[in-house]
């Protein structure tokens, strides 16, 4: 990989964006952080990140909306998704990864799990 | 023994010489020890309902007195019996004392079961009684116009059809097939034939006749019913439940039914008079009768159906009372569900935070060493509350019935040693001894996460009940074609009593409470449903102070 990394990530509880922001600045990419999936949905195109990390859970259009909509668009079909989700039943795990998730990590989250995973899904 | 004797007795009467009076003699002691056997049969097996039995013992007495009496006429007074004779009156006087014991025998069966026995009996009745009439006490009429004598003469046949229904009566009745009720109904049966032989033959028979072999046996027969034990349930009769409709009822039926075409044939065929107004007679009471059995056919049948309908409504009503209970049951589940579901997603969120920022802060460095022990305390104690909600989470799944196993074939020894290895930070902070005899076994078809989940429970459990410098041991091995897991310590121990309880839900022995060891009486619950989910089956081994071997055993993929 070559330079920072544009990074999405939307979760709709406060402190829980600033700890992903904070994590993920730390290991040096640039985050682009909003609150809700519309917000996401509209980011993903103007700003063409090269990863997203989506809570599952937010109002209107969820993690998973987002997901299903990014899937449905050649343009963003490939981009990897890391969600990021407080659902840990198994069967929430599978739902994620039948929509197309790259990646499932359970909150609470280790930072570390996430700057690894994160690492590994960058093109 | 009675009845061997009676029938040696009638071959006597054969062989002693013909119109004697020996044989005379010999026919009047038979029919006294006839009445002499009921009246002892009676004494002997005391039936619940005497009365029928002394009766019958009148009614056979009032016979013998009769041959007595037609003896004394010949050998005494040396003359033929007038007509009608005293004789008469006691022959003719018997008949009503028989039947009047077997409507008392009949009268013992519950209402409702003699019903359809009634009109039964009453078709064959009114059936015998034409022919009896067309056949036997009409042509008597024709002969003489001496009123008394023609009542004497048709008063015999009369009393066979008194006899005939009241037998109809008791085997048309659902009840009893004593060896007594077959000695009862074979002599009036023998009885009838031969009064019909005798009566159908004009021409008058000598004194002695083969006829009296019947008379005889009738007689025996009818002191054997009564001298035999089972005579005492002919007077507790409990309704069998023998078809109503059995072929030879039917065959009976259809032949009474079948009584005037029958007639008419045999009046044509022999040419004499039809006898129009007792046939017409005949026919209106069997039609009425055949009438009054449908309809009771018909009334039963809708009985039943409406009993069926009155089930079926009954039946359909609990159904849908089931149905909507069913709903409101899955509805509460739901709700349930959906508050679990919802509690775990609002607790993990917080714990996100206090997780995440407190490693954020731990990778700072400029932290001092007392910051970071209190920091370590948060880091311990969020960690707890995140298994505390993991286990209930856990365990509301449980009870909903929702526990997901994703069985393959596993290698539980390597799933072992990793929990192992998991453990050992916190067994060494424990100052213990931890170790791992783990050989490989047979593939275990189970699900991964919950047999980690299982093996991290009882060594942590292992780990924390066991005091500093004490040993916890792992094993793994396959044993009878299961595989056996052990986790034994030297801890505290559990107390016998208290060891039933382990594996209840929020169980937790007072020695944990004591020496405030953290938990919440779950692991073990766990622990043992998801042991009972793969097939197998936990067990405990404990003595306080010396220490706790939980024993694990799984079916193997090949036995599983």
Not at chain 1, 13 to 23: K, N
Not at chain 2, 186 to 215: K, M
Not at chain 2, 301 to 315: G, H, N, P, V, Y
């Amino acid at each position: 990989m070559s330079g920072p990394r544009l990074i999405l990530v939307a979760d709709d509880d406060e402190d829980i964006l600033a700890l992903v922001t904070a994590v993920l600045e730390r290991s040096g990419h640039e985050v682009v952080a909003v609150a809700d999936g519309a917000e996401a949905l509209a980011t993903v195109r103007t700003r063409k990140p090269d990863l997203a990390v989506l809570d599952i859970t937010m109002p209107q259009v969820d993690g998973l909306e987002v997901l299903r909509r990014l899937r449905a668009d050649a343009e963003t079909a490939a981009l990897p998704v890391v969600l990021l989700s407080a659902q840990a039943q198994e069967a929430d795990i599978e739902r994620g990864f039948v929509t197309g998730a790259s990646a499932y990590i359970k909150k609470p989250f280790s930072p570390r799990e996430l700057v690894t995973r994160v690492a590994q899904l960058l093109p | 023994m009675y009845l061997f004797a009676g029938l040696a007795a009638t071959g006597l009467y054969f062989l002693l010489p013909w119109n004697s009076a020996g044989q005379s003699l010999l026919y009047d002691l038979i029919g006294i020890s006839s009445a002499g056997a009921v009246v002892a049969g009676t004494r002997k097996h005391r039936p619940s309902l005497p009365a029928a039995w002394y009766l019958f013992a009148a009614g056979l007495t009032a016979f013998a007195v009769g041959d007595i009496i037609f003896n004394l006429y010949a050998w005494a007074w040396h003359r033929d019996p007038p007509i009608p004779s005293v004789a008469d009156i006691f022959y003719l006087a018997g008949y009503p004392f028989l039947a009047a014991g077997i409507v008392l025998l009949v009268l013992r069966v519950r209402p409702h079961d003699r019903r359809p026995g009634i009109v039964d009996a009453a078709l064959l009745t009114v059936a015998f009684g034409t022919c009896q009439w067309i056949f036997v006490m009409h042509p008597l009429l024709t002969g003489s116009s001496d009123w008394v004598a023609n009542t004497v003469a048709l008063s015999y046949p009369a009393m066979d059809v008194l006899l005939l229904a009241a037998l109809a009566f008791l085997a048309l009745t659902p009840a009893w097939r004593t060896v007594s009720y077959r000695y009862l109904s074979a002599s009036i049966v023998v009885l009838l034939v031969v009064d019909e032989i005798y009566g159908i033959t004009p021409a008058s028979f000598p004194a002695t006749s083969w006829l009296d072999a019947g008379w005889l046996l009738s007689y025996i027969l009818w002191g054997v019913a009564a001298l035999t034990p089972s005579m005492r349930d002919l007077s507790q009769p409990t309704a069998s439940s023998a078809g109503r409709l059995s072929a030879p009822r039917l065959f009976a039926l259809g032949a009474a039914i079948a009584t005037a075409p029958t007639v008419l044939l045999v009046e044509h065929v022999t040419q004499r008079p039809v006898d129009a107004f007792a046939l017409a007679a005949g026919s209106v009471a069997l039609s009425a009768l055949v009438l009054l059995r449908l309809s009771g056919l018909i009334g039963s049948l809708d009985s039943l159906r409406r009993a069926e309908m009155a089930a079926r409504a009954e039946s359909e009503s609990a159904r849908r009372q089931l149905a909507t209970q069913n709903e409101q049951l899955l509805e509460a589940g739901r709700v349930k569900d959906e508050f679990v579901a919802l509690i775990s997603h609002d607790l993990r969120t917080p714990l996100t935070s206090i997780v995440g920022y407190l490693e954020l802060t731990l990778e700072d460095g400029n932290l001092t060493e007392q910051q970071r022990r209190y920091l370590d305390v948060v880091d311990r104690n969020a960690d707890r509350l995140l298994h505390l909600v993991n286990d209930l989470l856990f365990v509301a799944r449980l009870e909903a019935g929702q526990l997901e196993l994703k069985p393959r074939a596993l290698d539980l020894a390597a799933i072992v040693r990793q929990a192992v290895v998991e453990a050992e930070p916190s067994a060494a902070a424990g100052g213990l001894e931890l170790s791992c005899d783990a050989s490989d076994v047979p593939a275990v078809q189970a699900d991964k996460g919950r047999m980690f989940q299982l093996m991290d429970n009882l060594v942590s459990n292992a780990i924390k009940f066991t005091p500093s410098g004490g040993d916890v041991r792992v094993s793994l091995a396959p044993v009878n074609g299961v595989v056996r897991l052990e986790v034994s310590d030297t801890g505290i121990g559990i107390a016998s009593a208290e060891q039933q309880r382990l594996f209840e839900r929020f169980f937790r022995a007072p020695a944990a409470f004591e020496q405030q060891i953290p938990g919440t009486g779950l692991g073990l619950y766990i622990a043992r449903a998801i042991v009972e989910a793969h097939g197998g089956s936990i067990a405990v081994h404990s003595e306080v102070g010396e220490g706790t071997s939980f024993r694990v055993e799984l079916p193997t993929a090949g036995h599983a």
